[in-house]
């Protein structure tokens, strides 16, 4: 049963991840404007065609994931990048950050870029650190906890005073999908990581 609740809430947190990496940005979003620039200015070759619009936030990592290579390899060959550009490519980088967290662009291309005490840098590399969306979708708390406990009943059959350690983890999702569209999840699992004894 403990096997089962685990694969049931990977499965829902990777489905909501999932869900929110695939969901579709606004055409009048300001990041499609601001991607498109970029793209027409050092990337014509991908410039987002027309018919694409609107496109979902995996994409636009994409495109953004892209840039920065690009970028990086013109300020290899000493080419030099307008602050202006810097300023609204951190401004994609900080939108699509969880996306971009899931492809690992190299710390050393952020280092040159944005230099090497940015918090763009740690934000993408640092494995401690979650990246936060303001329209994330997706919550969880909860607690944990343990207690022993000293005296029982007797057993009527053993004459037996029978202490134990329980355990019990509550948690609560809320997940939503769109304005519209949202729900909320309870779990609360006994007995996680202390096996019960068995009854007489």
């Not at 619009?53 to 840039?67: D, G, M």
């Not at 971009?100 to 040159?112: A, C, D, H, S, V």
């Not at 979650?130 to 708390?141: A, E, T, Y």
Request: with cysteine; charged share 25%.
């Amino acid at each position: 049963m403990k096997v089962f609740y685990a694969i049931l809430l990977v499965v829902f947190l990777s489905g909501a991840v999932l869900a929110h990496s695939f969901r579709e940005i606004p055409s009048q979003h300001w990041s499609i404007q601001a991607l498109h620039d970029l793209q027409s200015k050092y990337s014509p070759q991908f410039a987002i065609p027309v018919e694409k619009i609107p496109l979902t936030r995996f994409e636009c990592a994409q495109s953004v994931f892209e840039i920065l290579q690009i970028i990086s390899h013109k300020m290899t060959l000493q080419q030099e990048i307008p602050s202006k550009d810097i300023s609204q490519l951190e401004k994609l980088v900080r939108e699509f950050s969880a996306e971009l967290r899931n492809q690992k662009p190299k710390k050393e291309i952020l280092i040159q870029i944005f230099g090497e005490d940015h918090e763009i840098v740690h934000l993408l590399t640092d494995p401690e650190i979650k990246s936060f969306n303001k329209d994330d979708p997706l919550s969880i708390s909860g607690e944990y906890t343990l207690s022993y406990e000293v005296y029982f009943l007797p057993d009527p059959q053993h004459g037996k005073i029978k202490p134990r350690w329980k355990d019990e983890l509550d948690l609560e999702i809320n997940l939503k999908i769109s304005p519209s569209v949202s729900g909320k999840l309870k779990i609360s699992i006994p007995d996680v990581l202390v096996t019960p004894q068995p009854s007489y």
